[in-house]
């Protein structure tokens, strides 16, 4: 049995209404942030894993989900090679006593752990 034979026409009028109507101002009230792409440095949002501009797949941080940033880009890790944002490293080395590579569990000397430069 469906549950729209179960809701009562008038009722169900009102909730496909409120189901199908957008949030009013819900588009603008999230910007998301861009950092610039770290091949041709055109605006990418942050969540975003491919360049329209360049054409290239970015690279994520293990770390965050996010794609790396020249500017902020960390030594790998030393088992799984994955990239990392090291200003989110620095996060987790100021509240962890050991940090452990998110990907492949691996635990990181914080003495490896270093910024590379652009």
Same mark, same amino acid.
Not at 102 to 108: D, K, T, V, Y
């Given at each position: 049995?469906?549950? =729209? ?23 603008? &009230? ?9 091949? =041709?440095? &055109?605006? #990418? ?5 491919? /360049? ?27 088992? =799984? ?7 989110? #490293? ?13 990907? /492949?569990?691996?635990?990181?000397? &914080?003495? &490896?752990?270093?910024? #590379?430069?652009?």
């Amino acid at each position: 049995m469906s549950i =729209c034979v179960q809701i009562p026409e008038q009722l169900r009028k009102k909730i496909e209404v409120v189901v199908r109507k957008p949030p009013k101002g819900d588009q603008q &009230a999230f910007q998301e942030p861009l950092s610039p792409c770290p091949y =041709c440095a &055109a605006p #990418l949002p942050d969540s975003s894993l491919s /360049c329209g501009h360049c054409q290239n797949i970015v690279p994520f941080c293990a770390v965050t989900g996010l794609h790396v940033v020249l500017s902020d880009w960390s030594s790998p890790c030393g088992n =799984c090679l994955f990239p990392m944002r090291y200003s989110m #490293l620095e996060r987790m080395m100021a509240h962890e006593k050991s940090i452990v590579c998110p990907m /492949c569990s691996e635990e990181l000397a &914080a003495s &490896a752990v270093t910024k #590379l430069s652009p």
